[in-house]
């Protein structure tokens, strides 16, 4: 397996020294936070979903940094962690654009949200018609795309993704598996959803999450955790790994603050390789 890191949990480097962060600490690869941070935030201290750092512009220049930084530091770009939303069509066809010139091999795009107005059929067959663009837009510039397996949206679950993509070629549609996520909602054994997904299996991010107890009781509250303590079975989940043959890329996304940046990379990346070392 290779290991790479999204630069979302980032958020107070810039990519030139995340890049030679990424390859002092031994990792493989790194998947660029691709999207336009907005001048009203770029202020505010860094944070990972506003003022960002770590993000690059959906230009075409920011695509040739992207490259240029990344070969500078030895590391591919096996996925860019775009933010489209269903629909927008225009923002995949950059996307892929920016794919091309950067050296990436597919983006991700978004699927409907539960939230979102009408019912579940409605908001199915909204995401479904727009894959199916999506897919001909991949045939065109030979980047595939990927769903994400996210809480909150339609595509919580392998069996919920498998659902949507099944109709698509898995050359150009693909999903991403996200244990920490499924902490929230959509969690399915760690091998039985590898193997519903089977060949639109594309992608693996990994982080971990955990439940607190309210003081008062009541409904516990998920939260964000290190990688080496949550409700996430690491050991379970690479052994679920090497069962279906999976020898992609396992992308790092930790959103628990336990350390600095650049203190979390080292501590992740030596986790996942006891973890993968121990049952190997």
Not at 165 to 189: K, Q
């Amino acid at each position: 397996m290779k290991y790479g890191v999204f630069t979302v949990m980032l958020p107070d480097l810039t990519p030139e020294e995340a890049a030679t962060a990424l390859k002092d600490a031994g990792y493989d690869g790194v998947e660029w936070r691709v999207t336009t941070v907005p001048e009203t935030v770029k202020g505010e201290a860094p944070s990972f979903w506003r003022n960002n750092f770590c993000t690059l512009a959906p230009t075409q220049q920011d695509a040739l940094r992207a490259r240029t930084v990344a070969e500078a530091a030895g590391l591919s770009i096996p996925n860019l962690g775009t933010y489209i939303n269903v629909g927008d069509l225009a923002a995949v066809e950059n996307a892929m654009q920016f794919a091309v010139t950067a050296g990436a091999p597919s983006i991700r795009v978004g699927v409907a949200r539960n939230d979102e107005l009408g019912d579940f059929q409605t908001i199915f067959e909204h995401s479904a018609g727009f894959l199916a663009d999506v897919q001909a837009l991949s045939q065109r510039y030979g980047v595939k795309a990927l769903i994400e397996m996210h809480h909150g949206t339609i595509t919580a679950s392998a069996s919920a993704a498998r659902r949507l993509v099944e109709r698509f070629d898995p050359a150009h549609i693909g999903v991403i598996h996200d244990c920490g996520n499924m902490v929230f909602e959509g969690f399915e054994e760690y091998r039985r959803g590898l193997e519903i997904l089977g060949p639109h299996l594309g992608h693996v991010h990994v982080k971990n999450a955990a439940f607190d107890r309210p003081a008062e009781g009541g409904v516990w509250k998920g939260r964000w955790a290190p990688l080496r303590d949550g409700v996430v079975d690491f050991a379970a989940l690479f052994a679920a790994l090497r069962a279906v043959s999976y020898d992609g890329w396992v992308v790092v996304e930790d959103f628990s603050q336990a350390y600095d940046s650049r203190t979390a990379l080292s501590e992740n990346l030596a986790f996942l390789r006891r973890v993968a070392a121990a049952g190997a």
